[in-house]
């Protein structure tokens, strides 16, 4: 399981900052866990993160690699907001096997299992990779990086954007991109017959029409260039050929 970092975020406008700043609707977070992400003003992927709500305080979950810029960039919008944010004692388990009391779904897919907050981390055994590559599921620092747009990584079938919710820091390019352009590009899954390095370019027609990411067997993630997408792709001598099965 990649790192994680727990943070809790406190204060009476605890929900009402998060609330102008991620991509997601806070109010959901009565309801159980919420994904989301921090973008820029220009609508470019900054962070995404696992936020639950546990009475007075909303945990924050993220990938420890990304955790220390993320939270100083949040509290760069702090201003006189009655909010705060440290580090958590917690730690996150997870699974797909039987739910201990106290986990929480898993919010981008019901195939991801539970998480469940406490002193242990690590996970149950689960192939996670199998399951991401299988629903077309990124992860942050793998397929999510910077400068990414986040519905070309499947946001809003994860449920990880609400186009209902308001303003938010990068609101205005992700509705552009929803309600008025086809997208070009994005992740994708793929058959993979051969040889082929994460990172690895695809080309088709011997033009560049994407790269291999994270690998499962014969499947993999790929994000492609969706006009470049064609019967002959190869990727470093293996040939590529793109999923029709439903990515849901």
């Not at 990938?63 to 760069?76: F, H, N």
């Not at 029409?209 to 006009?227: C, E, N, P, V």
Request: charged share 25%.
């Amino acid at each position: 399981m990649t790192d994680r970092a727990i943070f809790e975020v406190t204060g009476v406008d605890r929900v009402s900052f998060l609330q102008g700043m991620v991509t997601n609707d806070m109010r959901k977070l009565s309801h159980g866990a919420v994904y989301a992400a921090l973008l820029t003003p220009q609508g470019k992927y900054l962070a995404d993160f696992i936020l639950v709500e546990q009475g007075e305080t909303i945990l924050l979950d993220i990938d420890a690699s990304i955790a220390g810029p993320t939270i100083k960039r949040l509290l760069m919008y702090k201003l006189r907001a009655d909010v705060a944010i440290v580090p958590s004692t917690l730690s996150v388990f997870r699974g797909t096997q039987k739910a201990p009391e106290g986990a929480v779904a898993d919010p981008r897919h019901p195939a991801l299992g539970w998480r469940l907050y406490g002193a242990r981390s690590g996970d149950d055994g689960t192939d996670f990779d199998a399951i991401r590559v299988a629903h077309c599921i990124p992860e942050t620092g793998l397929e999510l990086t910077a400068d990414s747009f986040i519905l070309e990584y499947g946001f809003e079938r994860l449920s990880g954007v609400d186009f209902r919710k308001g303003c938010y820091v990068g609101q205005e390019v992700t509705a552009r991109m929803k309600h008025k352009t086809e997208l070009r590009k994005g992740l994708t899954t793929v058959t993979v017959a051969g040889d082929a390095e994460f990172g690895a370019q695809i080309t088709s027609n011997d033009k560049v029409a994407g790269q291999i990411l994270t690998r499962s067997g014969d499947h993999a993630l790929a994000y492609l260039r969706f006009d470049r997408v064609g019967d002959e792709m190869l990727c470093e001598g293996a040939k590529v050929t793109l999923n029709t099965v439903n990515e849901g």
